[in-house]
Structure formats: C-alpha cells, structure tokens
C-alpha cells in the first residue's frame, strides 16, 4: 500500500499520459480483434475527431491542475472533508474515498449534465458520436471538460481526498472510462459479474442509444452500483443500439470539428416525440 500511496503522490504528467495513452491503445487494439459492432466507417478519421477533444480535456485539465492541487492540500491541512474527519486508515481512504469521488465527480456532474439544459448543450457533442468505441470516452466539449472539473474538485473538498487518491481516482477513471466505451464484445458469463462491480461495455452501451429514455439511463463511470441505487440501472440487448442524439443525426454537424465546438451555443433542440414506445 505504500509503494501505491508513493507512486502516486509523486507521479509525474508524463505517467499520467502513459496510462492515457496506454489505455486508448490496449483497447483500441482488443476492439479491432474483438468487435461487437463491425460497421463500415473511417476509424482512423473517426478516432481523430475523437482525439482533438481528447487533446481539448488534457488542455483544461492541465491549466486547471493547480486548483486540484490546492483543493487537497488545504483539506489535508486543515482536517476538513469526510476522511480527514473519520479515520487516517489508509485502506479506509482507499476503499470510501474511491467510491465518494466517482459519486460526487463522476455519476453527479453526469446524470446533472442530463438534466440541466445549459450543461446538456455541452454534454451532447460526447452522444453525437454515432460509431461509439475506446475513442468515444474523451469525447467531451472543453465547456464541459471545466463543468466536470469543478465536480471533482467539490468531490475533493466534500471528501477530503489526499492528493495521491486524486491521482489514482483520476487513472482509474480514465482506463474505467477507455473500457467502457470500447466497441469490445464480452460474453454474458463474465459480463455479469463484472457489471455487479464496475460499468462494462454491455452496461454503458445503452446510454448511448440515439433516443431517449434510454440515453438517460447507467450513467455510471468506475462503479456501478450508483445506478442499480438511484434506479437509472437498465439491462438491454446490445445488439438493437443505435448510437447518437435524435436531435443531431446529421453527420455534416456530428463529424465536424468547428461544428461540434458551436452546438453548445446554437440553442437547445428539443427531443424528438415519438409515435411508438420502443423495446430494446
């Protein structure tokens, strides 16, 4: 447990990258081995696209570090935060710190991003990707790169997380995130345990469903129990998805750079109301 506490109170922006890098490649590769979905379509255009937003949440993450830092520095300092005032067990800080930070930083600024029209705008441009993979999972608006910032630096201030809890939070929900995007085919046998604990490809896939109510559904990032216990969990066949956003399906506003960038500020588009419930 030291060498982990070590490692990663120390580590450095190039082995923050490497396990960026890393994940995007090992899934990338396992998907193409392993497709669930074989559709015909750029991947190397497709992933590019995907990279220069990827590119865009390193840029936001990168200049806004320093509050990340300061945050977890002063709740140290000071005693303040839930494991600053519970217990100094570092499996403690491991195990409740963990689960705290992907609730307040990940599952609440997502399920708020479905909710709150103004963050939706930005949120959306990560739904209109209409060839969900590995590249998908840093698909985000730099607006809402900052939105989810600002959640987890009130998740550390709400937690008292030390910095190198930040740091490993922050990798596993990178490579958790790179997982559960990829376009990866997993049997039932081993996706049904895995799902009990942390969200896998089958889980997530359905909350990229091009129409609603299902797009509002396991919003779940490293865990997910959050959504078995707010009632968002659902369990669909995989192989009836369509992926994007009803409202923007048309491919010269959902595979352009300088279009995407500008769908948060074009106003909202209502959901699309439908004749027909649909049964996935």
């Keep these: 447990m030291e060498v982990l506490i070590e490692y990663f109170s120390n580590i450095t922006s190039g082995h923050r990258s490497a396990i960026l890098v890393g994940g995007l490649t090992i899934f990338f590769l396992i998907e193409n081995a392993l497709p669930l979905f074989t559709n015909s379509y750029n991947k190397w255009k497709h992933s590019g696209l995907n990279l220069f937003f990827t590119l865009t949440t390193i840029l936001v993450n990168f200049l806004m570090a320093f509050i990340l830092v300061g945050a977890s520095d ?17 499996y403690y800080h491991l195990i409740i710190g963990l689960l705290a930070l ?22 959306l441009i990560h739904h209109t990707d209409q060839h969900v993979d590995t590249t998908t999972a840093n698909r985000h608006h730099p607006g809402e790169s900052v939105v989810r910032f600002a959640f987890t630096t009130i998740a550390i201030l709400i937690v008292g997380a030390p910095m190198w809890l930040v740091f490993l939070y922050q990798a596993l929900s990178v490579v958790l995130t790179q997982f559960n995007h990829s376009n990866v085919k997993i049997p039932e046998w081993l996706d049904n345990p895995l799902s009990f604990i942390i969200c896998t490809p089958n889980m997530h896939r359905v909350h990229h469903h091009y ?16 959504d078995r216990m707010f009632g968002t ?5 995989n192989s009836k998805l369509k992926y994007g956003v009803d409202t923007y399906m048309d491919a010269a506003e959902t595979q352009n750079v300088g279009s995407l960038l500008k769908i948060p500020f074009a106003g909202y588009r209502n959901h699309i109301e439908y004749d ?5």
């Design 74 to 90: 002063w709740v140290v300092a000071n005693g303040i935060g839930l494991l600053q005032m519970t217990s100094t067990n570092v």
């Design 102 to 123: 992907d609730l307040i930083g990940a599952w609440l600024p997502h399920w708020t991003a479905h909710h709150v029209k103004w963050i939706w705008q930005f949120h």
């Design 211 to 226: 129409r609603q109510p299902y797009s509002d559904t396991n919003y779940g990032n490293i865990f997910s129990f959050w």
């Design 233 to 237: 969990y659902i369990k669909v066949d």
């Design 276 to 280: 027909h419930e649909e049964k996935l």
